[in-house]
Every structure is written in structure tokens, then in C-alpha cells.
């Protein structure tokens, strides 16, 4: 079977998206079609998201966030909110243009507070929940 090609949105394109759309890549492949976007686009990647994924072994040090409305077609497969904010406008996305609509909320982890140790420690869990949900997806798929 096929990797179906895959949207995932947030809030602002900075944290939870860019790591499910690496995530994405990671387990199944360079070679997949996975995108990711915000509804209000942050100006920047956040650091700490950066910094926990440069521990996975994936770089993304230059990725630039977008806007749902920046993403063009072709249109995805799946459209994944990851952010219970982007959940209406990622539906009515995923609704005009054909694709499979999936909610999975995340928490976001700048919302932690702390210090450093701590915030990392939210951005790690942050990580490590949405791989754990592309692990579940994938093993539904292959026991289906």
C-alpha cells in the first residue's frame, strides 16, 4: 500500500505541524508527500521545537512557517489538526478539497512555563506524542 500524502496543521506553523510533517517523513520516508501549515503563520520556527527534533536527528534549523492558505494544490490525502484551535479551518480545508480529515490535539508546549530543562521537557513529550499517533496510524492501516 501506498503512503497516503498528508497536511498537518496548527495554530501557527511553528511547533506541532513542522515536527508531525518531519515525524511523517522519518518513519516512512524522504520519498512521501508531507506538508504542514498554520492558520496564522509564526515569523520563525521556534527554537526549543528545533532543538528537540535536532535530537531525533532532524534538522530544522531553516524551516520557514506557512499558512493554510499559502499551501496550493495539489491537496493532501489526510489533513491532520494537531491544534483544537485549527480544527474548523483545517476541516473545511480538508472538505473543499476532497481529503480525509483527522483531529489529533496536541497540547502546545510553549504554553509550559518553567525553565529551560522544563520547557524542553513539554517540547520532548510534544514530539514524542505525535509520533506515537503516526505509529498508531500506521499499525491500523497494516492491521486493517
Known amino acids: 500500500m501506498t503512503t497516503p500524502s498528508v497536511l498537518f496543521v496548527c495554530g501557527r506553523n511553528a511547533i ?12 516512512f520516508g524522504d520519498d512521501v508527500s508531507a506538508r504542514s501549515c498554520g492558520v496564522i503563520p509564526a515569523a520563525f520556527a521556534d527554537p526549543f521545537m528545533v532543538a528537540v527534533m535536532l535530537e531525533e536527528g532532524i534538522d530544522l534549523e531553516d524551516f520557514s512557517p506557512i499558512a493554510l492558505n499559502g499551501v496550493g494544490e ?18 473545511d480545508y480538508a472538505a473543499r478539497t476532497g481529503a480525509e480529515f ?43
Open 16 to 27: 506541532r505541524s513542522p515536527m508531525g510533517e518531519a515525524l511523517w517523513r522519518k518513519r
Open 74 to 91: 495539489p491537496a493532501a490525502d489526510i489533513v491532520v489538526s494537531l491544534s483544537t484551535a485549527a480544527d474548523r479551518t483545517a476541516r
Open 102 to 144: 483527522q483531529a489529533w490535539p496536541i497540547p502546545d508546549p510553549s504554553e509550559t512555563g518553567g525553565n529551560r530543562d522544563m520547557r524542553l521537557a513539554a517540547y520532548r513529550e510534544t514530539r514524542d506524542a505525535i509520533a506515537a499517533r503516526i505509529a498508531e496510524w500506521d499499525a491500523s492501516l497494516k492491521s486493517a
